[in-house]
Nanobody, 127 residues
Framework: QVQLVESGGGLVQAGGSLRLSCAAS????????MGWFRQAPGKERKFVAV????????QYDESVKGRFTISRDNAKNTVYLQMNSVKAEDTAVYSC????????????????????WGQGTQVTVSP
C-alpha cells in the first residue's frame, strides 16, 4: 500500500509560478512511475505529466509542455510539479498518482493505469 499526500496548491496570478509536491509513504518509492493529473470543475480528469521509475524519463501533455516540469527525489520519496507561466486554464484540482512497474523507462498516461492516488490539491489561477 502506498499513501500519497499532495501539497503546494493555492492561488496564483496568471504568469506566476507554483510548485506542487507529492510525498509518498509505504513501499519502495523508486518502484513506481509517478504521474500528475488534473481535473477542472465539470470536466474529466486529464493527464498532465509523468516521470518514469528510474531513468527520469518524462512526458507531458501538450498544454503544459515547456511550462511545467515534473521531477522526483527518490531519497525523499517525493515527486514535484514545477508550474511556470501559469494560465487561467490551469485552474484545477491536481492529483498525483503512482503505478508500480518493472520497467525503468515506463511512462503511463491513462488514469486507469494508476493504482494509488493522492487526495488532490487545488490550484487556482487568477487573471
Amino acid at each position: 500500500q502506498v499513501q500519497l499526500v499532495e501539497s503546494g496548491g493555492g492561488l496564483v496570478q496568471a504568469g506566476g509560478s507554483l510548485r506542487l509536491s507529492c510525498a509518498a509513504s509505504g513501499r519502495t518509492f523508486r518502484s513506481y512511475a509517478m504521474g500528475w493529473f488534473r481535473q477542472a470543475p465539470g470536466k474529466e480528469r486529464k493527464f498532465v505529466a509523468v516521470i518514469a521509475r528510474d531513468d527520469g524519463i518524462t512526458q507531458y501533455d501538450e498544454s503544459v509542455k515547456g511550462r511545467f516540469t515534473i521531477s522526483r527525489d527518490n531519497a525523499k520519496n517525493t515527486v514535484y510539479l514545477q508550474m511556470n507561466s501559469v494560465k487561467a486554464e490551469d485552474t484545477a484540482v491536481y492529483s498525483c498518482a503512482a503505478v508500480e512497474t518493472l520497467y525503468s523507462r515506463g511512462t503511463y498516461y491513462r488514469p486507469e493505469e494508476y493504482f494509488y492516488w493522492g487526495q488532490g490539491t487545488q490550484v487556482t489561477v487568477s487573471p
